[in-house]
């Protein structure tokens, strides 16, 4: 069963062709991997296992996938676009399909052009993240033909979400609920950061959750320095903080929860100090969350608290990003970003900083749905939690 409504892509393919006509472009290849995967699943619902690829639309709408013979019936069942071609640099290195029907750049262009006649122009979405040789034998199968990067415009595309997408992100959050819930109380002195994250991701899986955004974040002590660490089988020491962060996907859309819990069950004055300093970083950036404004204007309020209290030289991240196929997408709203908030962007706020010698690192994270008289949060509980 498949992710993407039929209604769903079609509005999106629609979308994209208009960026095809308005760049008199005669065909687009949108690449994806594993690690990639938003700008492909936009289109399709669907991302390979092991495999990477492209999706190919033309300017009439019409789109194939271009992979590898292993995910190829994957693809058939679950991807909301089933024509498909398969092709050496997509497939697992070495490895051999004998019954498979493998082609390659330059019989896809014969076969386009005795097709749609002749092709003059391509685009190419997320050129920069594929690898060289891909590229290259794209290049050389396509002789002729100009190449035309139109990432920033596709990426665009995903700014404003759809009703459907915020239903999605709005149900992911919920999952996030229950992980936090989960973690917190397995947040005890001699548990696992295993066990922590296990307990969130449970919560996640036995309820229906698609995904994750990124592999479960759990840093006790001094690991909460590393940014974005995954858990360990260190053990909570009391008196430490332990800095935790899960997303759940819904229909392959990312909800989060980030937080800083005492191992002891209760802040130290110290920690609450630490927690008062993140509240009202976050309670600052949030006033900010309001439609017209750019995102040089959502982090500074922020910035000059952490300035005026010593923390800036510890801070890594801006305090707003916006949350849909990836946890962290663009538009990112940092002290140069001139992006500007509309109503149905999903946006996160997260307030962490890392390295301090007392505190080491710490975040708190939740997000909220822009309208038009400002910020819904997608979780009630953790907006209430964290601005209090």
């Known amino acids: 069963m498949g ?16 960026i095809l006509a308005a ?20 289109l399709t619902g669907w991302c390979p296992q092991f495999e990477s690829g492209a999706v190919l639309v033309l300017k009439d ?27 050496p640099v997509f497939m697992v290195p070495d490895e051999e399909y004998p019954n498979a029907t493998i082609t390659d750049f330059p019989s896809l262009f014969k076969e386009l052009t005795a097709r749609e006649g002749t092709i003059r122009r391509a685009g190419l979405v997320g050129g920069g993240r594929m690898p060289a040789d ?35 992100i709005r149900a992911a959050f919920g999952f996030a609920d229950h992980c936090y819930d989960a973690m917190l109380k ?58 935790i962060g899960i997303a759940p996907k819904v229909q392959g859309y990312a909800g989060v929860v980030g937080h ?28 900010q969350l309001q439609p017209g404004r750019k995102g040089c204007e959502i982090d500074a309020p922020g910035r000059a608290y952490f300035e005026k209290h010593g923390l800036l030289k510890y801070l890594v991240c801006p305090f ?6 990836h946890e962290a997408e663009a538009p990112f709203f940092g002290p140069h970003s001139q992006d500007a908030l509309k109503p149905g962007m999903t946006v996160c706020i997260d307030v962490s900083f890392f390295g301090h010698p007392e505190w080491n690192g ?26 209090a």
């Not at 789109?63 to 013979?69: C, D, N, S």
């Not at 609450?272 to 600052?284: D, I």
């Not at 707003?320 to 196929?325: E, K, P, R, S």
């Open 3 to 18: 992710y993407l409504s039929q209604e769903e892509r079609n509005i999106r393919l629609a979308k994209f062709q208009e």
């Open 23 to 42: 760049k008199n472009l005669d065909l687009a290849l949108v690449y994806y991997d594993e690690f990639n995967i938003g700008n492909g699943w936009y």
């Open 61 to 87: 709408g019409t789109a194939m996938l271009l992979g590898g013979p292993e995910s190829e019936p994957f693809a058939k069942l679950d991807s909301a676009i089933t024509e498909t071609r398969n092709f």
């Open 134 to 168: 891909c590229y290259r034998q794209i290049a050389e199968g396509f002789k002729g033909v100009e190449l035309v990067d139109i990432t920033d415009d596709f990426v665009s595309l995903r700014f404003d979400k759809s009703a459907w997408e915020r239903e999605q």
């Open 186 to 243: 397995a947040v005890v002195p001699g548990a696992m950061e295993i066990e922590v994250a296990a307990a969130g991701e449970y919560a996640a899986r036995s309820r229906g959750a698609t995904g994750f955004g990124f592999s479960a974040i759990v840093g006790s002590g001094a690991r909460a320095n590393a940014v974005v660490p995954t858990a360990t089988t260190k053990r909570l020491v009391p008196g430490e903080l332990v800095m």
């Open 260 to 287: 800083s819990l005492p191992v002891s069950g209760e802040y130290t004055a110290s920690q609450q100090e630490l927690v008062h300093h993140l509240k009202e970083v976050f309670r600052l950036t949030k006033a």
């Open 320 to 325: 707003a990003h916006t949350i849909g196929l």
């Open 362 to 387: 710490a975040r708190i994270e939740t997000g909220y749905e822009i309208t038009e008289t400002g910020p819904v949060a997608f979780s009630p509980k953790m907006d209430a939690l964290l601005t």
